[in-house]
């Protein structure tokens, strides 16, 4: 078994700020460059491609529980071949099997970053992100406790359990025996560079605030935009018009219905508050 903890988990709910930071860490780790097609992170957990790369196998033979155990092995493995930190993208709550196991290997994890956005702007950007009216998404992820994300923009991915908003955020802020550093979509936005810069610390790279700026710079939602409208970004899903959509907050206030955000509100009061989200 590795002796190594460099798994570093980039954790979120959906559209709530996780490929942003993964385009900023890819520009930190490239002298301010990045592309979009070509992410300089190591995969995302649900990946099937990475899982029977090394299993040697066809996860289409397996069933869910063998594949859960498997899957930290997979892991171990990973991080046993790497010599530098992991930033490894998940969108599944952080769960436990049957015998009370997490899924994934805490016994080599760094720590974990968590980003969490308002639930009312994921709604709008999930739905958009979906091509679906925002009433489906409310009612199929944000406010469903079986949420599960299985039309993943790879058709090469596991089933990713979501839970609904609330739950998602408590699974990863409240359950892992391992470092979790939360980031508000909301102050990315307002205090880009202090947020990334405390994170990254915190993370264990140091870089000077002159390569920071660099790749905040090079990361701006505007220069990701460009770059889809230029070349596609093949992490969209085929029928969304585009991932980076308006990459603001408030943006529910302009498209849902009142009584769509009431239920949302309501739903979700509690984690809500606790998050700021609600005076």
Request: hydrophobic letters at 35%.
């Amino acid at each position: 078994m590795s002796g190594k903890k460099n798994i570093v988990w980039l954790a979120s709910y959906p559209k709530s700020g996780n490929t942003w930071f993964r385009a900023f860490l890819t520009a930190l780790q490239n002298g301010g460059e990045v592309d979009i097609n070509k992410m300089g992170t190591s995969g995302i957990f649900s990946s099937k491609e990475i899982f029977e790369s090394v299993c040697d196998m066809d996860a289409d033979e397996l069933t869910a529980g063998e594949i859960q155990r498997l899957k930290r092995s997979v892991y171990r493995y990973r991080s046993e071949q790497h010599e530098k930190k992991m930033f490894v993208k998940i969108h599944d709550a952080f769960a436990c099997d049957d015998a009370g196991i997490p899924l994934i290997p805490e016994d080599v994890t760094h720590c974990a970053v968590y980003f969490v956005r308002n639930p009312l702007d994921v709604a709008v950007s999930f739905a958009n992100h979906n091509n679906q009216p925002v009433a489906k998404t409310i009612d199929k992820y944000i406010n469903n406790p079986h949420g599960t994300l299985s039309n993943a923009p790879a058709a090469n991915q596991f089933p990713q359990p979501l839970l609904d908003w609330s739950c998602h955020v408590e699974s990863w802020l409240r359950r892992p025996q391992f470092p979790v550093y939360m980031l508000r979509y909301e102050d990315m936005l307002a205090d880009t560079f202090n947020v990334f810069k405390d994170v990254i610390r915190k993370i264990g790279l140091y870089h000077t605030d002159e390569e920071i700026q660099a790749a905040i710079t090079a990361s701006s939602f505007d220069a990701l935009r460009r770059q889809e409208d230029e070349k596609g970004f093949r992490e969209k899903m085929p029928k969304s018009p585009r991932f980076f959509n308006a990459g603001i907050t408030g943006s529910w206030k302009q498209v849902l219905a009142p009584e769509q955000a009431d239920v949302i509100r309501k739903y979700h009061e509690i984690m809500m508050k606790e998050r700021g989200y609600i005076p």
